[in-house]
């Protein structure tokens, strides 16, 4: 499993216990992650944004086990780093599909109607390795990064992940409708001790 892996894994972790501890009942977990559609020779061009989310989601059997929830996790994101295919609700709503553009704009509208079970959970972007900003000899290089990634409702909770010099920074962002600040710090927490668990 790779760091990306991980992460992913100890987010679904994180859910799921954060639930439990609410005495609420947790199936199917969705994290919603970006994904890097250019073609390998193009793979690091910043001048063009050519990604799409991906969803990597478990249920309740694939995270009884660390070994069983890390293997769900890192099947589906080596399918989605393999095909770079984007969740088919992008493709009919880029335009190219059947749906007249009308339409299109109701879709949203009606996700309420399925009580969220097409709504994945949170979302986790990770920039994965950089190298510092070197700002000159006056300022120096950056020595930290953070960001990150929206979290509006029914999605939550986004987490950004970034790796200078060897040293993981992890941003975290809620709306709050989903925490307040102190359950924000709780579930904060609780990520951590996922990580640890996994890790």
């Known amino acids: 499993a790779t760091t990306n892996d991980l992460l992913v894994a100890a987010l679904h972790l994180a859910i799921e216990d954060h639930n439990a501890d609410h005495a609420t009942e947790t199936d199917r977990i969705g994290v919603m992650m970006p994904v890097n559609l250019r073609p390998a020779p193009w793979r690091d061009e910043v001048v063009v944004n050519l990604a799409s989310m991906a969803t990597v989601s478990t249920g309740v059997a694939e995270r009884e086990t660390p070994g069983s929830l890390l293997d769900a996790v890192a099947r589906?994101?080596?399918r989605v780093k393999r095909t770079g295919s984007p969740r088919a609700l992008d493709v009919v709503l880029a335009g190219g599909g059947p749906l007249p553009v009308g339409l299109k704009r109701f879709l949203p509208m009606l996700l309420p109607l399925t009580g969220d079970r097409l709504v994945d959970t949170a979302v986790l972007s990770n920039l994965?390795?950089?190298?510092?900003?070197?700002?000159?000899?006056?300022?120096?290089?950056?020595?930290?990064?953070?960001?990150?990634?929206?979290?509006?409702?029914?999605?939550?909770?986004?987490?950004?992940?970034?790796?200078?010099?060897?040293?993981?920074?992890?941003?975290?962002?809620?709306?709050?409708?989903?925490?307040?600040?102190?359950?924000?710090?709780?579930f904060v927490e609780t990520y951590r001790r996922a990580l640890e668990f996994l890790g």
């Not at 994965?128 to 929206?150: C, H, I, K, N, Y």
């Not at 409702?153 to 307040?180: E, K, N, W, Y």
Request: glycine fraction near 12%; charge should be negative.
């Open 128 to 186: 994965g390795r950089t190298d510092p900003v070197d700002f000159g000899p006056e300022v120096g290089p950056a020595v930290e990064l953070w960001f990150s990634p929206p979290a509006r409702m029914p999605l939550g909770v986004g987490i950004g992940a970034a790796t200078v010099d060897d040293r993981l920074h992890l941003s975290f962002r809620s709306c709050g409708a989903q925490f307040d600040d102190a359950a924000a710090r709780g």
């Open 76 to 78: 589906q994101t080596r």
